[in-house]
């Protein structure tokens, strides 16, 4: 069972794991989304945000609802977006510590 659990929690983490659908979880942060404006803000062929959107859909990490013709998306959970500014603090924390690396390298 531990096994599965870790399994799962890979997979999550890997279906984050692309510059392309960590924009377009950034875009659809605030709102629901049409699938036609992921492509033109993020400047992507329709075929590889559709593959990027099926990726994050199978995590369950977003929802679509279809209007017409149009499919919009939304982020399930919020939570992801803590995972995701979680990320950019542990990131400016160790690009502090390098840069008081340097400094203490630089006054050598």
């Not at 890979?10 to 794991?17: E, G, I, R, V």
């Not at 692309?18 to 942060?29: D, F, G, N, S």
């Amino acid at each position: 069972m531990e096994d599965q659990i870790t399994k799962i929690k890979s997979d999550f983490f890997k279906a984050l794991a692309h510059p392309t659908r960590v924009a377009i979880l950034e875009r659809i942060a605030d709102q629901e989304v049409c699938v036609c404006e992921i492509i033109e803000d993020l400047g992507l062929e329709q075929s590889n945000v559709s593959q990027h959107l099926a990726i994050l859909r199978k995590q369950n990490i977003i929802t679509s609802t279809k209007a017409g013709l149009q499919v919009h998306y939304q982020i399930k959970y919020p939570e992801v977006l803590e995972i995701l500014k979680t990320v950019e603090s542990i990131m400016t924390k160790q690009l502090n510590e390098t840069q008081e690396l340097i400094r203490h390298l630089g006054g050598r």
